[in-house]
């Protein structure tokens, strides 16, 4: 009896033995990988994704990468603008090799031909002026740019070639476009809206038109949010920024305001109910609170509201009746319990070609930016590109298909103004 007592401890010791350096070793698997083209040839800026579209890694110069935290039996993806999306499942053996991801062009490529990196590049070159801020509508591109001796608001058109130049207060840190798509300069204190003089049809210099206070100016667009030939929509917060309820006026018609839609973050608000219910001060938490962000845009004289409270985009006509309404799921995820959770590294911003009407989001992992191209219908993305080797960008704005933003990356610590095409 004894003796079967010490060889049945003794053989379940023995297999905890067994499975304790597997434990351990399971906990810091780092596999290696690289991605290659159908000349081998490495891929730079390659995001490698989890499906829930969490990024992992970016590939170097020489298309390797890094995964620190995947199993065999995980899928990853790769995306490049430039190539075709693979999807890999994770083998057992790749632990102890190489991954080697194949991707295939986009486009066809002529035999003898270089393939050419779509890479971000400077686009008003100039060393010793620091960008601002800059805004972009059909007229051009407007920077506020700074120098040694003076600042100046600069008009460029899309080769990024000074159109003209005005000399102005360093005041202005800001350039505001209203939801007419007209440029405004802003100060702490003022308020001045940009205009061309022309000349039979030709643009040949800028002036400042309309001067406001702040507070007039604030009070004027603050809360304007669309407009299209036949109302102008507004929007206001309440409840701690926890509701946004939008209206709409019909232009030529009433100054009535009449309801448009009422967006809610049930979640959050539940979190507000009780802080202030609870004491010792617990209800100061909602002072730190995210806004609810259901944003509404105007495009072709209709009406696009993602309402990610209601996991649903809404299209609407030019007086605000809807006309269609979609399934909106790209910045959630199915958790393993089988809940649809917010993805954490998605930016919570939509931003509108005002050229093509296209619409694009972001995701953010430590400093590097993913846009991703936003399928109204289907409510998911279906192109993503990597702003690699730039990291904490600013400004991102998109315009006729490329991507705008600002970035410091010399010694003088100028902001400059880059480009690169997504489309």
Same mark, same amino acid.
């Given at each position: 009896?004894?003796?079967?007592?010490? %060889?049945?401890?003794?053989?379940?010791?023995?297999?905890?033995?067994?499975?304790?350096?597997?434990?351990?070793?399971?906990?810091?698997?780092?596999?290696?990988?690289?991605?290659?083209?159908?000349?081998?040839?490495?891929?730079?800026?390659?995001?490698?994704?989890?499906i829930?579209?969490?990024?992992?890694?970016?590939?170097?110069?020489?298309?390797?990468?890094?995964?620190?935290?995947?199993?065999?039996?995980?899928?990853?993806?790769?995306?490049?603008?430039?190539?075709?999306?693979?999807?890999?499942?994770? !083998?057992?053996?790749?632990?102890?090799?190489?991954?080697?991801?194949?991707?295939?062009?986009?486009?066809?490529? +002529?035999?003898?031909?270089?393939?050419?990196?779509n890479?971000?590049?400077?686009?008003?070159?100039?060393?010793?002026?620091?960008?601002?801020?800059? *805004?972009?509508?059909?007229?051009?591109?407007?920077?506020?740019?700074?120098?040694?001796?003076?600042?100046?608001?600069?008009?460029?058109?899309?080769?990024? !070639?000074t159109?003209?130049?005005?000399k102005?207060?360093?005041?202005?840190?800001?350039?505001?476009?209203?939801?007419?798509?007209?440029?405004?300069i802003?100060?702490?204190?003022?308020?001045?809206?940009?205009?061309?003089?022309?000349?039979?049809?030709?643009?040949?210099?800028?002036?400042?038109?309309?001067?406001?206070?702040?507070?007039?100016?604030?009070?004027?667009?603050?809360?304007?949010?669309?407009?299209?030939?036949?109302? /102008?929509?507004?929007?206001?917060?309440?409840? &701690?920024?926890?509701?946004?309820?939008?209206?709409?006026?019909?232009?030529?018609?009433?100054?009535?305001?009449?309801?448009?839609?009422?967006?809610?973050? *049930?979640?959050?608000?539940?979190?507000?109910?009780?802080?202030?219910?609870?004491?010792?001060? /617990?209800g100061? +938490?909602? +002072?730190f609170?995210?806004?609810?962000? !259901?944003?509404?845009?105007?495009?072709?004289?209709?009406?696009?509201?993602?309402?990610?409270? *209601?996991?649903?985009?809404?299209?609407?006509?030019?007086?605000?009746?809807?006309?269609?309404e979609?399934?909106?799921?790209?910045h959630?995820?199915?958790?393993?319990?089988?809940?649809?959770?917010?993805?954490?590294?998605?930016?919570?911003?939509?931003?509108?070609?005002?050229?093509?009407?296209? &619409?694009?989001?972001?995701?953010?992992?430590?400093?590097?930016?993913?846009?991703?191209?936003?399928n109204? *219908?289907?409510?998911?993305?279906?192109k993503?590109?990597?702003?690699?080797?730039?990291?904490?960008?600013?400004?991102?704005?998109?315009?006729?298909?490329k991507?705008?933003? /600002?970035?410091?990356?010399?010694?003088?610590?100028?902001?400059? %103004?880059?480009?690169v095409?997504?489309?």
């Amino acid at each position: 009896m004894k003796k079967s007592f010490v %060889l049945y401890h003794l053989s379940v010791l023995l297999v905890l033995c067994a499975l304790s350096p597997f434990t351990v070793s399971a906990q810091n698997i780092v596999i290696n990988g690289v991605c290659l083209d159908n000349r081998n040839k490495p891929i730079r800026d390659v995001g490698i994704y989890t499906i829930d579209s969490t990024i992992l890694a970016i590939t170097n110069k020489d298309g390797q990468f890094t995964l620190n935290h995947s199993l065999p039996g995980d899928t990853i993806y790769a995306s490049h603008l430039s190539f075709d999306n693979i999807t890999y499942i994770i !083998d057992s053996l790749d632990v102890s090799k190489k991954i080697v991801l194949k991707m295939t062009p986009t486009r066809l490529q +002529l035999p003898e031909v270089e393939f050419v990196e779509n890479l971000p590049h400077v686009a008003y070159d100039n060393k010793v002026v620091t960008v601002k801020d800059f *805004e972009i509508n059909e007229k051009g591109i407007y920077l506020l740019a700074q120098r040694r001796r003076n600042n100046a608001l600069l008009h460029l058109n899309f080769a990024c !070639d000074t159109l003209t130049e005005m000399k102005i207060s360093p005041d202005y840190y800001n350039i505001f476009k209203d939801v007419y798509g007209e440029m405004h300069i802003v100060s702490d204190k003022d308020v001045w809206q940009i205009g061309h003089k022309t000349l039979k049809d030709k643009v040949f210099d800028m002036e400042l038109l309309y001067h406001y206070s702040l507070t007039e100016f604030l009070s004027a667009f603050s809360n304007i949010a669309c407009v299209t030939d036949s109302v /102008l929509v507004g929007g206001r917060y309440f409840y &701690f920024d926890q509701e946004i309820y939008y209206y709409y006026f019909k232009i030529g018609g009433d100054q009535q305001p009449y309801e448009f839609h009422h967006c809610v973050n *049930e979640e959050t608000r539940d979190l507000i109910y009780y802080s202030i219910k609870y004491k010792w001060g /617990l209800g100061k +938490l909602a +002072l730190f609170l995210k806004p609810t962000y !259901d944003p509404i845009f105007a495009y072709d004289n209709k009406l696009y509201l993602f309402s990610f409270d *209601e996991d649903k985009t809404f299209v609407y006509n030019n007086s605000g009746e809807v006309v269609n309404e979609y399934p909106l799921t790209f910045h959630k995820y199915r958790h393993w319990n089988g809940e649809m959770r917010v993805i954490k590294k998605w930016g919570k911003k939509v931003i509108m070609d005002w050229a093509t009407g296209e &619409f694009y989001t972001i995701f953010e992992d430590g400093g590097v930016t993913t846009i991703k191209r936003i399928n109204i *219908e289907t409510g998911t993305t279906d192109k993503t590109f990597v702003i690699g080797g730039f990291a904490f960008i600013e400004n991102l704005r998109i315009y006729n298909g490329k991507a705008y933003f /600002l970035y410091k990356n010399d010694n003088t610590r100028n902001s400059r %103004l880059y480009e690169v095409r997504i489309e």
